[in-house]
């Protein structure tokens, strides 16, 4: 029951930002000038061919190692002109 409820929020959460991160002169990640900084929550476009819109989103989280940010979910794919959105809060 609990799981209903939690995918019930996400499904009515509405997309605020959909669009391609972007490395800013901060060294930032952002999409349509909302900015990204560790701990920030993003859906992220995870590319399938088997998939007949060619991917899916998955919800992730953006943290910082290294010099550079990255996802969570898909720590090994370039951020830079990845598509995402951004959804509102519950």
Do not use: Q
Request: proline share 2%.
């Amino acid at each position: 029951m609990r799981r209903l409820i939690l995918l019930s929020s996400f499904l009515n959460k509405k997309v605020l930002i959909e669009g391609h991160l972007l490395k800013n002169d901060r060294g930032r990640y952002e999409l349509c000038g909302r900015e990204f900084t560790s701990g920030s929550l993003i859906d992220v476009w995870r590319e399938d061919p088997v998939i007949k819109d060619g991917g899916y989103y998955i919800s992730s989280r953006i943290e910082h190692r290294g010099g550079d940010y990255y996802c969570v979910d898909m720590p090994y794919i370039k951020l830079d002109g990845l598509k995402a959105r951004y959804m509102a809060a519950s």
